[in-house]
């Protein structure tokens, strides 16, 4: 029998995994619903293509579920865990990039009222 940390329930010290009554599920339904909005995202080009979207939002989720235990044990305010996860979902959501807006000259020589360059 693995060695327990006094006051922590079916915790091991390192090296064991927590038996299964200890562990705690990954919230599936947000994890498929971040994923769905990553690929809703990716069709729109508001993300990158390059990205994994059931392993970003895993990820996501892991961090939440950190950062609240963070917040919990006072490792971090609210509004501190509340910036990590704005950072990193502006990250993910990120329009890609577009190229530069090239500016179309009418044959006078003026800008195109019709391209919207002024």
Known sequence: MPE????????????ERLPERGRVAV??????FLADQLRQAQR?????????????????????TGLASGVLGNNFTVEEAAAIID????????????????????????HDANTGCT
């Open 27 to 32: 919230p599936t339904s947000l994890v498929a």
């Open 87 to 110: 950072y990193t979902l502006d990250r993910l959501f990120q329009r890609a990039k577009a190229p530069p807006v090239r500016h179309r000259l009418n044959p006078r020589g003026d």
């Open 44 to 64: 729109q080009g508001a993300t990158s293509r390059d990205i994994d979207p059931d392993k970003e939002a895993t990820t996501v989720v892991a961090a939440l």
């Open 4 to 15: 327990q940390v006094e006051g922590l329930v079916d915790a091991p010290v390192l090296g």
